[in-house]
């Protein structure tokens, strides 16, 4: 792994100090909404940002919505045995409940355990993706911790009239995966509706021996656990030429998962999300918004095919935001936030109802050089009672291009209801919320044919959530997250190289038994390395992944040994919007585990045939 990273990083500088000697070029940044809730460009955010576009995705060729953001900066995953098992994100190191998700604006995660179902997730569904790095619980409210990732699903445009697209996916272990889409609009409306469906055999989940051991899944089941999936997305809008607007978006996914356990080894899962909003003026400077939302999720358990139990959890939610421009350079926003949750399982919960209300309100200033943002938040949660937030960031541009920016902000997450009563008895009813502290300082600069950033922070957190050697949540008093982001962009006669490097020290520090250790399951080293090239109608490419060691328990008995994967990808335009990939993942077929005794999948082959008007 050492080697691959090496080689790397030398080829980063060498191609960034050519570009550097080849001038600079005028490059336009993408468009935001999720650092502070309106609309910015990635350039004008304070805070570490990372956008995914649609072209990213069909170069980088994705199998899952993992595959696509594993090795970002400050980005890990932990999964439990292949596609569609099990997978927790870790951002900045914080627990994988402190990442807040969204698709198109709508508040999504499990309410029993707090997790965003990533590997159900369709990635063909999929447009757009922001990460936003760094507390935002005083515009989010609670769980945004250690960040805020939004979704925006494919839509259609106004611009263009009636657009099909299609894919479909072959490859190893017997996976099939389609899509099927139809997008469209005029001069004032716009829609999308996509179907898509995969299906894979997939590989044996929990290796040999977890149940000597006592460990993974505790059971030996030596097979193949396959995993199906079925997926529609539905989304539009309308807008009137005095400005307002009316959108609608839905998303459902229907997963069927085998796995290995000792009660239960399968899942009928249902992830579904839906959402409107109208905004208008109702003065030139004054733009107001209103939005309601639903996220459910459903998981129907079986031991083979004898039905064990269910899960089903609903939240509903609603919100009011006001952006009022003070002046040409100063934006006021004020909003509300409700937000209802609901859990019903065949296992008894002492509380299965609460809702939280909040107030924010955030001011964007910019004066010459120097740009403000200050955000201030309370929120009531009917379970835990008051919570304040907030934040402030600086920035100031020199020349070059070169942005200094410097934040502070705090956040809150409350404990989820399986953290509380689930399974019935190993639950913890007296579980306190954990609050955190952050501070940042970052410096970056965008100049024509390359970018670079470097970013360092600091998050305390207290009354931290994490199981004992019993597997009961219990509070820490302390922890301390330190680490150092890095990353370098070069586009250089055809050439297209981004590289990521993330140093973290996740240390729990409350005195006890554990004071020092690593905290599970986040490795201290991550790096990644995407080379893309273009001839003409053929384009190549390749991605190499590493992670450092980490641990699977918080007394750091059971370490993750470090790894290094390489992908390799090559596609052709063989006609105007169609193109054939191809896809070799795991190229050395390195044996690894993010989860302790879960497997990792190894060599896989993937060809794809994909008709797309926007893919050339």
């Known amino acids: 792994m050492k080697k691959s990273l090496l080689a790397a990083a030398l080829l980063s500088c060498t191609m960034a100090a050519q570009a550097a000697d080849q001038g600079a070029a005028d490059t336009l940044a993408p468009v935001i909404v999720t650092a502070t809730r309106t609309a910015i460009t990635a350039d004008e955010a304070l805070s570490s940002v990372s956008v995914i576009t649609r072209a990213d995705i069909e170069r980088l060729q994705p199998l899952s919505v993992t595959d696509l953001l594993t090795g970002l900066p400050g980005v890990s995953f932990a999964n439990s045995g292949g596609y569609g098992q099990q997978t927790s994100l870790f951002l900045r190191g914080t627990n994988s409940s402190h990442t807040l998700v969204l698709i198109d604006g709508v508040r999504i995660g499990s309410v029993g355990n707090g997790l965003a179902a990533f590997e159900q997730l369709p990635v063909e569904q999929i447009d757009r993706i922001e990460i936003v790095r760094g507390p935002r619980s005083s515009l989010y409210g609670a769980d945004a911790v250690g960040g805020v990732i939004q979704i925006f699903t494919r839509h259609g445009s106004r611009d263009g009239g009636l657009q099909p697209s299609f894919s479909v996916t072959t490859g190893s272990n017997d996976l099939l995966r389609g899509q099927l889409g139809l997008s469209g609009g005029g001069d004032h409306a716009w829609y999308n509706v996509?179907?898509?469906?995969?299906?894979?055999?997939?590989?044996?989940?929990?290796?040999?021996?977890?149940?000597?051991?006592?460990?993974?899944?505790?059971?030996?089941?030596?097979?193949?656990?396959?995993?199906?999936?079925?997926?529609?997305?539905?989304?539009?809008?309308?807008?009137?030429?005095?400005?307002?607007?009316?959108?609608?978006?839905?998303?459902?996914?229907?997963?069927?998962?085998?796995?290995?356990?000792?009660?239960?080894?399968?899942?009928?899962?249902?992830?579904?999300?839906?959402?409107?909003?109208?905004?208008?003026?109702?003065?030139?400077?004054?733009?107001?918004?209103?939005?309601?939302?639903?996220?459910?999720?459903?998981?129907?358990?079986?031991?083979?095919?004898?039905?064990?139990?269910?899960?089903?959890?609903?939240?509903?939610?609603?919100?009011?935001?006001?952006?009022?421009?003070?002046?040409?350079?100063?934006?006021?926003?004020?909003?509300?936030?409700?937000?209802?949750?609901?859990?019903?399982?065949?296992?008894?919960?002492?509380a299965t109802r609460r809702n939280d209300t909040g107030g924010y309100v955030q001011y964007q200033g910019t004066f010459g050089r120097n740009e403000v943002q200050l955000s201030a938040r309370r929120d009531h949660n009917s379970q835990f009672g008051n919570h304040n937030t907030g934040a402030a960031a600086w920035g100031y541009h020199f020349d070059g291009g070169v942005k200094l920016s410097a934040s502070y902000g705090s956040a809150f997450h409350a404990p989820t209801f399986n953290d509380l009563y689930y399974p019935f008895g190993s639950g913890n009813p007296a579980l306190k919320p954990e609050k955190s502290r952050s501070a940042e300082l970052g410096?970056?600069?965008?100049?024509?044919?390359?970018?670079?950033?470097?970013?360092?922070?600091?998050?305390?957190?207290?009354?931290?959530?994490?199981?004992?050697?019993?597997?009961?949540?219990?509070?820490?008093?302390?922890?301390?997250?330190?680490?150092?982001?890095?990353?370098?962009?070069?586009?250089?006669?055809?050439?297209?190289?981004?590289?990521?490097?993330?140093?973290?020290?996740?240390?729990?520090?409350?005195?006890?038994?554990?004071?020092?250790?690593?905290?599970?399951?986040?490795?201290?080293?991550?790096?990644?390395?995407?080379?893309?090239?273009?001839?003409?109608?053929?384009?190549?490419?390749?991605?190499?992944?590493?992670?450092?060691?980490?641990?699977?328990?918080?007394?750091?008995?059971?370490?993750?040994?470090?790894?290094?994967?390489?992908?390799?990808?090559?596609?052709?335009?063989?006609?105007?919007?169609?193109?054939?990939?191809?896809?070799?993942?795991?190229?050395?077929?390195?044996?690894?585990?993010?989860?302790?005794?879960?497997?990792?999948?190894?060599?896989?082959?993937?060809?794809?045939?994909?008709?797309?008007?926007?893919?050339?």
Not at 272 to 281: E, K, L, N, R
Not at 537 to 559: C, E, K, L, M, Q
């Open 194 to 350: 996509s179907v898509g469906a995969q299906h894979t055999r997939g590989i044996n989940a929990c290796r040999v021996g977890a149940a000597e051991a006592f460990a993974g899944c505790f059971a030996d089941e030596p097979d193949q656990d396959a995993y199906r999936n079925e997926n529609l997305s539905a989304n539009g809008g309308y807008r009137w030429d005095n400005g307002a607007e009316l959108s609608g978006t839905w998303l459902r996914s229907l997963g069927d998962i085998r796995f290995d356990g000792s009660y239960q080894n399968h899942s009928r899962t249902v992830q579904q999300t839906a959402g409107a909003a109208f905004s208008f003026h109702p003065l030139e400077a004054w733009k107001t918004t209103l939005s309601v939302g639903q996220n459910l999720d459903r998981y129907d358990n079986y031991e083979d095919k004898d039905f064990v139990g269910y899960i089903y959890s609903r939240r509903n939610q609603a919100s009011w935001q006001n952006d009022i421009s003070v002046t040409e350079n100063q934006l006021l926003t004020l909003g509300l936030d409700w937000q209802g949750e609901k859990i019903d399982s065949d296992t008894g919960f002492l």
């Open 443 to 616: 410096l970056s600069q965008q100049l024509g044919v390359w970018n670079w950033a470097l970013n360092a922070y600091q998050t305390r957190i207290d009354q931290l959530i994490t199981l004992d050697d019993n597997f009961v949540p219990q509070n820490i008093s302390k922890a301390r997250i330190r680490g150092v982001e890095g990353q370098l962009g070069v586009n250089l006669d055809g050439w297209q190289l981004q590289g990521y490097l993330t140093w973290l020290q996740p240390r729990n520090q409350d005195g006890g038994a554990n004071d020092g250790n690593v905290l599970p399951r986040r490795p201290e080293r991550t790096a990644r390395v995407d080379l893309d090239r273009r001839f003409g109608s053929i384009g190549i490419g390749a991605t190499v992944n590493g992670a450092g060691r980490s641990y699977d328990d918080a007394a750091n008995a059971h370490p993750l040994g470090g790894y290094a994967t390489t992908d390799l990808r090559v596609s052709y335009h063989f006609a105007p919007d169609w193109q054939v990939e191809a896809r070799l993942a795991n190229v050395f077929d390195r044996d690894y585990e993010t989860v302790w005794y879960f497997n990792q999948p190894g060599r896989s082959a993937f060809l794809t045939l994909r008709y797309s008007p926007s893919s050339r």
